[in-house]
Nanobody, 118 residues
């Protein structure tokens, strides 16, 4: 079983920075893509950033130029560096590990809360 544990969330002022971490364990090497998603109350979970084994990245338009996703030893640890934070970035952030092969499978962490407020 794959386990994903997020950390690094908290309260930050607008314009500030925060770095989220996702520690992965289990049979995680099979994952093709790692990513971060976020969700606010009553809303659907949305993609924030993804990274593939080859290093290719993709970002939501709302975070381009402000957020950066990276990994250590591929999927063992995934980071999300968040700069120039805005109140609308407030959400629960979830780590994701995805298998994109002849079948599709996703694993999720429990989330870490990010609050951007004065």
């Amino acid at each position: 079983q794959v386990q994903l544990v997020e950390s690094g969330g908290g309260l930050v002022q607008p314009g500030g920075s925060l770095r989220l971490s996702c520690a992965a364990s289990g049979i995680i090497g099979i994952a093709n893509t790692m990513g971060w998603y976020r969700q606010t109350p009553g809303k659907q979970r949305e993609l924030v950033a993804t990274i593939t084994r080859s290093g290719s990245t993709d970002y939501a338009d709302s975070v381009k130029g402000r957020f950066t996703i990276s990994t250590d030893n591929w999927s063992s640890t995934v980071y999300l560096q968040m700069n120039s934070l805005k109140p609308e970035d407030t959400a629960d952030y979830y780590c994701n590990a995805g298998i994109r092969a002849v079948y599709v499978l996703d694993y999720w962490g429990k989330g870490t809360r990010v609050t951007v407020s004065s």
